[in-house]
């Protein structure tokens, strides 16, 4: 006997605001029936519980209650000013940026001087410039078909970047795509990016989700990012998600590698209420070498969600993992990471790493990683920590003049330190140490 589960607050309202809000959402015919089938699949699958194994530490059904109207053709003024204070240690980094408010593009805010070897749009408009086949492709993902969160992606996307590296093209200053959360009323946002990265070329790609100082702290946004890296190619590729402590982020990563491909994956999570960033990563060429990392900073009651699946799909490849996290208060911090290799996959070497710093006993770390190995010529292996200050360390700083908060926050840095170090960008790490270092600054407060 089937029985049918009651759906909630939220999951009626994104139903229903669909109806209302669907003929101003970007694209033709074609993009229409994509997301009235992914609204279908979200409908049916509803949101993620505990009872789905790969969301048992992270329950949305239970923790977004209360819906947000969807965001479209969203008005609110935001000035340049404005967004130089908004970005903080970002406003510094020199190259290209795209800026999206509450959704949508800004093209009075955005600059692409710099931009050479690079073609760069807005979806929005090429969905709704572009013929049915071409905007049905845009529409559709190469994600898992049975995630409600990424249906709900391709249901709602108002906007996002269309970026393509030529074939050979190094591009010497990072690209930086701006999702920015303003004014008085929370809003539900849904952003989609799509990245070519061209045969031989090189690439520097930065996302930053922010929010306006002044603005409510209330917000969900709802983020995917589809990524192809052509043969030969290098790309290093960072997020940073950085808010005020109460809104909501939702993130979808999908990467394809080519053959010969090398791959650096960062991603930066602090001041968010609640944060799920999802990361899959499949190989379509041998050669190819995939090394992600992250840090996520979490105080209060706030709960970030790493998880991640490597798909060694193909032989001959390399995957490295490296996860930092500090939490305080009641934070929690969660990494799963599972790594795929096929029976085809020979020769494949994959290493996992977690490591979190508890600065609180009331602080919870949920680790889950997982090895699925059907070939027997392979080099993997994973591992996960968790441990307090050092207290002998912290002493001896101390006993030479330091004070206390300047040494806790010297060696919590000297922790993160070796994730931060896998960004190769230098101007992309010194960035996102001083969002971390701020973030340290004001521990205990």
Known sequence: MNVAVM???????????????????????????????????????????????????????????????????????????????????????????????????RR???????????????????????????????????????????????????????VRVGDGVEVGKPLLLVFMRAGNEGRFV??????????????????????????????????????LVGDNARVTHVKIAADTGK??????????????????????????????????????????????SGLFLGRGTEHIDTTLVVDHAVPRCESRELYKGVLDGEARGIFQGKVIVRPDAQKTDGKQMAQVLMLSPDAEFDSKPELEIYADDVVCGHGSTAAELDTDLLFYLRARGIPLDTARSMLIESFVGEALDRIEHEGVREVVLEFARGWLANLGR
């Open 247 to 292: 809104a909501t982020h939702l993130s979808n990563w999908m990467v394809g590698l080519g053959a010969e491909t090398v791959y650096r994956g960062f991603q930066l999570n602090q001041g968010l209420g609640l944060a799920r960033n999802q990361i899959f990563a499949t190989y379509h060429g041998e050669g190819a070498k995939l090394d992600l």
């Open 108 to 162: 009075e805010l955005s600059n692409l001087e710099g931009a050479e070897g690079i073609e760069v749009a807005a979806l929005g408009a090429t969905l709704t410039a572009a013929q049915d086949k071409i905007g049905e492709a845009l529409a559709g993902t190469t994600g898992p078909d049975n995630d409600a969160v990424l249906a709900l992606n391709t249901a709602y996307m108002t906007d996002g970047a269309v």
């Open 190 to 227: 849904a952003t989609r990016n799509v990245v070519s990265i061209g045969k031989g070329a090189a690439a520097t790609i930065v996302e930053a989700f922010i929010g306006l100082p002044g603005s409510t702290a209330e917000g969900q946004h709802n983020s995917a990012t589809e990524i």
């Open 7 to 105: 759906k909630t607050k939220f999951e009626q309202s994104l139903t229903e605001q669909f109806n209302h809000v669907s003929a101003r959402l970007p694209g033709g015919a074609a993009v229409g029936v994509a997301r009235k089938a992914a609204l279908g699949r979200f409908s049916a699958l509803g949101l993620p519980n505990r009872r789905i194994e790969e969301w048992k530490y992270t329950d949305l059904r239970n923790a977004l209650k209360e819906p947000l109207a969807v965001a479209v053709d969203d008005d609110t003024k935001v000035t340049v000013a404005d967004l130089i204070v908004a970005l903080g240690p970002l406003a510094h980094l020199e190259g290209p940026r795209i800026v999206f408010v509450n959704g949508g593009w």
